[in-house]
């Protein structure tokens, strides 16, 4: 089959919107809980009840003959990964909700610059200015000097970089494994790292808590089972401006769920790293250079 009978935008962009929302059902339940529950302990619970929904893959990846190299860089990627989790549902539970959203997008901004640093890829003038733009869009948000940035905005700072280093150990291992083990080793090592920093601040979950962040281990799974039919629809061009919606969805919830100011400067910022985002992904597709990582989505995390 050509490449343009595999082109469907409108299925793509489909795809894609339902992931959006099923993402958005992720930062809703965990704001929801943050009071409640400790945020490590909310991060290990998620990722330890998603395993559940992974057996059938995890039977698949034993079947497979991995190095000790590999097994090395999957518990490293969990490691960073477990980390970035955990800040992330800090965050979330901290700071409103489209602060966390605009600066989740901070992602492949970093990964633009870790691709240039660690993988030799080249930054043409272009893409130098889209990432200043982003970063400059970082700093509207925060506005030090003018607000106190709290812990929770440091916390996100931190996760969207840690983040970017989880996705450029991804793209090294995909390159050489089946991507289906990528993904469900990451859950596998990410509730490892997890237990440690969970146990010190342990609370016994009531079976609420328990269904609530199961619920939200099956959102996210199949929120990320959804991009990826998104993804094989259409280019990454066509769905990824459709990721930018949740900035939209948790402006708005924030606003209606949990009476949360609605912030100009939050909104001017996320634009602006939105815009390089879209810009760097636009001027890929056009130069068709395949040897360039293509900006990852954001909601990975999740």
Do not use: C
Not at 49 to 63: D, E, N, Y
Not at 165 to 180: C, E, F, M, R, V
Not at 187 to 212: C, D, R, Y
Not at 272 to 296: C, D, H, L, N, Y
């Amino acid at each position: 089959m050509s490449p343009a009978a595999n082109y469907r935008p409108v299925e793509g962009i489909l795809w894609t919107f339902g992931a959006g929302l099923l993402f958005v059902g992720v930062n809703v339940l965990v704001k929801f809980l943050g009071p409640v529950v400790p945020a490590t302990e909310m991060a290990f619970l998620r990722y330890a009840l998603g395993l559940v929904l992974l057996v059938p893959a995890i039977r698949q990846i034993m079947r497979l003959r991995l190095t000790g190299r590999q097994w090395g860089l999957f518990a490293l990627r969990g490691a960073l990964h477990a980390v970035g989790v955990a800040l992330w549902f800090y965050a979330m539970a901290t700071i409103p909700l489209a602060d966390v959203t605009a600066m989740n997008y901070l992602s492949p901004i970093y990964v633009t610059i870790g691709a240039a640093l660690f993988m030799g890829e080249k930054l043409a003038a272009r893409r130098i200015i889209a990432v200043v733009v982003g970063l400059v869009g970082a700093l509207v948000i925060l506005r030090p000097g003018f607000r106190e940035i709290s812990e929770g905005h440091v916390a996100m700072m931190i996760a969207a970089l840690v983040f970017a280093g989880s996705y450029l150990l991804a793209k090294h291992l995909t390159d050489a494994t089946d991507p289906i083990a990528v993904i469900t080793m990451l859950s596998v090592w990410v509730t490892v790292g997890l237990i440690p920093l969970a146990a010190p601040v342990w609370v016994t979950p009531t079976w609420f808590q328990i269904v609530m962040l199961f619920v939200t281990a099956a959102f996210a799974t199949l929120g990320h089972y959804l991009m990826t039919l998104g993804f094989r629809a259409a280019p990454i061009t066509v769905t990824q401006p459709v990721t930018f919606l949740q900035l939209v969805w948790a402006v708005a919830l924030g606003v209606l769920l949990f009476d949360e100011p609605v912030d100009p400067f939050v909104i001017l910022g996320g634009l602006m790293i939105i815009g390089a985002i879209s810009f760097i992904t636009w001027r890929e597709a056009v130069a068709k250079k395949t040897q360039v990582t293509p900006p990852v989505p954001p909601q990975k995390m999740n």
